[in-house]
């Protein structure tokens, strides 16, 4: 299916989306969408034949559990409610812990990248089928950027994605700024990596902005789209017209106009990359690619791929439980390395794990205050960093909005803020939210203690 140029919805900027000429579609964030009714802006896109893809971030199909069965069907209700032609999601995982590791869930809040050796891609995999028979539409995964890499890793980025495609048949959503985060940050080859994965499973292409910080490069999704990410989108194009291409934006949103310029820099980058198609001597001609037409359906494997298939065939009777024990060990002991201050493991960069754990803090910090404005309108300046040291100690276990509640009550267990007014603030807006929860044994004790010292 061709989607044309689209850009990604977000309610901030809902009336600048249904406002901008030439968009053909749009992307959703599946999480922000209620599976029963649409907001209103979509809603009108959508009767204006606009097409709405919903675009998933928790269902961690390279974590070590197989795929939450409630989650996936809030995807696939998504997708019927919007009658799209098809879903996306991301290749990490998002959370760890648990059962099979006898230790508290850990959530990242974040997409985490899963090392590229064969027993991941085993997990992965049958992580995948599971997801693609419970939902109603074709899947689209996702590479995402990643601060840092896993020791010991088998194959290469471009690799992982053929071989995932092989055995799936899944399709490719590429994230052509995160193929130029990966450079900066890894060293990789966007061009190796685009010449080694099936261009022809390419559902779309993400392309957004990111700002390069003490030679690390953050994929922020805030800042403009830099000229080396339309040089790798370029690279794209020269090898295959993709059927879609969407500019990402989430946060500090610019006028329309800027959004507007941006979608006419890509406009111009596809037109220029494509004139330079085989043929007239390009470096995509130096390739080998010809005129590849987008698939219309999953990627059958070609005769040279046979041994492989044979290969994928066994891996898929293979019982994975044991490789997702070894996984959730590994996933649990990175995560909690990066959110809860545990010792780094064997073979990762300490620096880079430090400025992952920092980045992972200051988005958790962020998130939050959009979830919970109150919050900050609350405790003023001081929001930040009240909210950073509570994050240095307490994990986040059970998603952004619950993080909110239980920062406000660690606020109040510990007395804070120490302004009267700020605090019985906080305690209403606590109570609003949460009185209707239980207190957990912690807190029963922390409040036993308390009304004992207050009664002597």
Not at 375 to 404: C, E, H, K, Q, V
Request: aromatic share 4%; proline share 7%; hydrophobic share 45%.
């Amino acid at each position: 299916m061709e989607l044309g140029i689209g850009i990604g919805w977000r309610p901030e900027i809902a009336e600048a989306v249904e406002a901008l000429p030439g968009i053909d579609w749009v992307e959703a964030v599946a999480e922000n969408l209620c599976i029963d009714h649409l907001p209103e802006s979509l809603a009108r896109l959508r009767a204006r034949g606009v097409t709405v893809v919903p675009h998933g971030v928790s269902l961690g199909l390279g974590g070590a559990d197989r795929p939450d069965p409630g989650r996936l069907a809030d995807l696939a209700a998504r997708a019927v409610l919007l009658d799209t032609p098809l879903v996306t999601e991301h290749i990490a995982f998002v959370r760890a812990g648990g059962p099979r590791t006898a230790s508290p869930r850990l959530e990242a809040g974040h997409l985490l990248p899963v090392p590229r050796t064969r027993e991941a891609l085993d997990v992965l995999c049958e992580n995948v089928r599971i997801a693609q028979d419970s939902l109603p539409v074709p899947l689209a995964l996702e590479n995402i950027a990643a601060l840092i890499a896993w020791p010991g890793e088998e194959l290469t980025e471009g690799q992982f994605l053929a071989e995932l495609v092989e055995r799936t048949g899944v399709r490719l959503l590429i994230d052509v700024a995160n193929l130029h985060t990966n450079h900066v940050n890894r060293g990789e080859d966007p061009a190796k990596a685009l010449d080694e994965l099936p261009v022809e499973a390419i559902a779309y292409v993400h392309v957004a902005g990111g700002v390069e910080k003490d030679g690390v490069w953050h994929d922020t999704h805030a800042h403009p789209v830099t000229r080396p990410v339309l040089d790798v989108l370029a690279e794209l194009r020269s090898r295959v017209g993709p059927p879609g291409v969407l500019l990402e934006r989430d946060d500090d949103f610019p006028p329309a106009e800027e959004l507007a310029d941006e979608l006419t820099a890509i406009r111009a980058t596809l037109e220029a990359a494509g004139k330079a198609r085989p043929g007239s001597g390009s470096e995509a001609g130096a390739h080998g690619y010809g005129c590849v037409a987008p698939a219309a359906s999953p990627v059958e494997p070609t005769d040279g791929a046979t041994a492989t298939a044979t290969t994928s065939a066994t891996a898929t009777s293979r019982d994975t439980d044991a490789a997702r024990d070894r996984a959730a060990v590994a996933q649990t002991a990175l995560l909690s390395a990066l959110v809860a201050g545990t010792p780094a493991p064997e073979g990762f960069d300490h620096r880079r794990l430090g400025i992952q754990s920092r980045a992972l803090a200051a988005k958790r910090a962020d998130v939050v205050a959009k979830v919970a404005p109150e919050l900050p309108g609350i405790l003023g300046d001081g929001y930040r960093n009240a909210f950073l040291a509570y994050a240095r100690t307490r994990p986040m276990s059970a998603g952004y909005r619950r993080d909110a509640l239980d920062f406000a009550e660690q606020l109040l267990l510990t007395g804070r803020p120490a302004d009267d007014a700020a605090r019985r603030r906080l305690t209403r807006w606590w109570q609003d939210r949460a009185a209707a929860r239980p207190p957990r044994r912690a807190t029963r004790l922390v409040r036993a203690a308390r009304a004992t010292l207050i009664g002597r």
